[in-house]
């Protein structure tokens, strides 16, 4: 197969099918510019305040972009995928698991933005919303049976809309609003929360990709090449929509963040832009997370990434019609408490054990910063469940690799001469 159209699911991406700097950049940015983080932006503020909101915001970007960011030199030094660089850190069953889980939530992701993209469609040009939903999942499906190759062209496109659309609702919200009444937004009375909750929902939003992100960045040419892609995305990318969906909820002029909802109100010319702007939006989250799922698949599933794509997709679009979109909110709390351990672990492991296979010890790491993050969620939550979460399994890890007993080492050595049977 030729390198233009092979995306290497189930080996190392060649040098010579090595991607620029700005592409990948590009295609990674173009993920968490999106619409849901403006709308995850406005549920801060509000519940917050605009100065500590924007504190939480800032935070929690800071947190994943440092996550991402060791995650990706790992990613473009071994050219894996996510599911198939695990393996020699968890093991091939270990390696299995975390892929299920990790791949059956960005088909979540697909399934959000596809019944999104119908929603918008039906609420800003009055289209059926069933039609309208199984209409862009399938439009959405074909597009990304491209992979990196439709990846990079529609981000870009969906980069320069959100940029447009951005900038012309902030010149209509600050006519009739000026700087100081939203710096000093404060929620109403009894609608205050923590500022680690902030902080958490800040992170989760794109924890889960974030953490996937070698099936990016895997196509950088070198380590700093991957991280500065990753940096691009996060915090740049992915603090944007929160930062303008905090500033409209602030103002009043859409309490949910919509930011492109304030130019259907200003005229049809611009709401036709903004319905247009949204479907393309939603339309390279959905591909994105997308090609995240076939890429994590394709080492579960004797597949290949497109058969992967068209079956997960029709799955996806199913989600959609069936209502996911619903289930967001409570969506992104599971994700941070169960996702961020994950890399946490894997830090862990890249700062003491590279030259171990550790297995059991790893698991066992995942599974406390899990134990960790719930406990803090149920007694402490002032504190950010995701920024424990990472800390733990990243502490258990380095503590277990460095300080382990003989008999668990001749264990773990034991099961790698299995794997490679």
């Given at each position: 197969?030729?390198?233009?159209?092979?995306?290497?699911?189930?080996?190392?991406?060649?040098?010579?099918?090595?991607?620029?700097?700005?592409?990948?950049?590009?295609?990674?940015?173009?993920?968490?510019?999106?619409?849901?983080?403006?709308?995850?932006?406005?549920?801060?503020?509000?519940?917050?305040?605009?100065?500590?909101?924007?504190?939480?915001?800032?935070?929690?970007?800071?947190?994943?972009?440092?996550?991402?960011?060791?995650?990706?030199?790992?990613?473009a030094?071994?050219?894996?995928?996510?599911?198939?660089?695990?393996?020699?850190?968890?093991?091939?069953?270990?390696?299995?698991?975390?892929?299920?889980?990790?791949?059956?939530?960005?088909?979540?992701?697909?399934?959000?933005?596809?019944?999104?993209?119908?929603?918008?469609?039906?609420t800003?040009?009055?289209?059926?919303?069933?039609?309208?939903?199984?209409?862009?999942?399938?439009?959405?499906?074909?597009?990304?049976?491209?992979?990196?190759?439709?990846?990079?062209?529609?981000?870009?496109?969906?980069?320069?809309?959100?940029?447009?659309?951005?900038?012309?609702?902030?010149?209509?919200?600050?006519?009739?609003?000026?700087?100081?009444?939203?710096?000093?937004?404060?929620?109403?009375?009894?609608?205050?929360l923590?500022?680690?909750i902030?902080?958490?929902?800040?992170?989760?939003?794109?924890?889960?990709?974030?953490t996937?992100?070698?099936?990016?960045?895997?196509?950088?040419?070198t380590?700093?090449?991957?991280?500065?892609?990753?940096?691009?995305?996060?915090?740049?990318?992915n603090?944007?929509?929160?930062?303008?969906?905090?500033?409209?909820a602030?103002?009043?002029?859409?309490?949910?963040?919509?930011?492109?909802?304030?130019?259907?109100?200003?005229?049809?010319?611009?709401?036709?832009?903004?319905?247009?702007?949204?479907?393309?939006?939603?339309?390279?989250?959905?591909?994105?997370?997308?090609?995240?799922?076939?890429?994590g698949?394709?080492?579960?599933?004797?597949?290949?990434?497109?058969?992967?794509?068209?079956?997960?997709?029709?799955?996806?679009?199913?989600?959609?019609?069936?209502?996911?979109?619903?289930?967001?909110?409570?969506?992104?709390?599971?994700?941070?408490?169960?996702v961020?351990?994950?890399?946490?672990?894997?830090m862990?492991?890249?700062?003491?054990?590279r030259?171990?296979?550790?297995?059991?010890?790893?698991?066992?790491?995942?599974?406390?910063?899990?134990?960790?993050?719930?406990?803090?969620?149920?007694?402490?939550?002032?504190?950010?469940?995701?920024?424990?979460?990472?800390?733990?399994?990243?502490?258990?890890?380095?503590?277990?690799l460095?300080?382990?007993?003989?008999?668990?080492?001749?264990?773990?050595k034991?099961?790698?001469?299995?794997?490679l049977?």
């Amino acid at each position: 197969m030729s390198t233009t159209s092979n995306e290497y699911e189930h080996q190392p991406v060649p040098a010579v099918a090595r991607k620029s700097l700005f592409s990948v950049a590009v295609v990674w940015a173009g993920f968490p510019m999106v619409m849901v983080g403006a709308f995850v932006g406005a549920q801060i503020i509000t519940s917050l305040g605009f100065r500590k909101g924007m504190l939480a915001i800032l935070l929690g970007n800071i947190v994943l972009s440092l996550y991402v960011a060791c995650l990706s030199g790992l990613a473009a030094k071994e050219g894996k995928t996510f599911a198939f660089s695990c393996q020699n850190i968890f093991g091939k069953n270990g390696a299995r698991a975390i892929t299920v889980f990790l791949a059956g939530l960005v088909v979540g992701w697909f399934a959000v933005q596809t019944g999104l993209a119908g929603h918008g469609l039906n609420t800003l040009l009055g289209l059926p919303l069933t039609g309208s939903v199984a209409l862009v999942g399938a439009l959405f499906t074909v597009l990304s049976l491209a992979g990196m190759k439709m990846l990079k062209p529609i981000s870009i496109i969906s980069i320069m809309l959100f940029l447009i659309t951005g900038i012309v609702s902030m010149v209509i919200n600050f006519r009739h609003h000026q700087w100081y009444e939203i710096v000093n937004y404060q929620p109403a009375s009894g609608h205050s929360l923590a500022l680690g909750i902030g902080i958490t929902m800040a992170i989760s939003v794109f924890i889960d990709s974030g953490t996937l992100t070698a099936d990016f960045t895997r196509w950088s040419k070198t380590p700093t090449q991957a991280v500065i892609a990753s940096l691009v995305a996060f915090p740049c990318a992915n603090s944007l929509p929160m930062l303008l969906g905090g500033i409209v909820a602030a103002s009043g002029e859409a309490i949910d963040g919509d930011f492109a909802h304030i130019l259907l109100q200003a005229s049809p010319l611009l709401g036709l832009f903004a319905a247009i702007f949204f479907v393309i939006n939603c339309a390279s989250v959905a591909m994105h997370g997308l090609y995240n799922a076939a890429a994590g698949w394709s080492a579960v599933i004797p597949l290949s990434f497109r058969q992967l794509v068209v079956i997960l997709g029709a799955i996806g679009t199913l989600l959609a019609l069936a209502g996911i979109t619903n289930w967001l909110v409570s969506w992104l709390s599971v994700l941070g408490i169960v996702v961020p351990g994950i890399g946490g672990t894997i830090m862990g492991w890249m700062v003491a054990g590279r030259s171990q296979f550790s297995p059991y010890r790893l698991l066992l790491a995942w599974a406390f910063s899990i134990i960790c993050s719930s406990l803090t969620a149920t007694h402490f939550p002032q504190y950010s469940v995701a920024v424990v979460s990472i800390i733990s399994a990243f502490l258990f890890s380095v503590i277990s690799l460095r300080r382990v007993p003989k008999s668990l080492k001749l264990a773990d050595k034991d099961l790698k001469n299995q794997s490679l049977i």
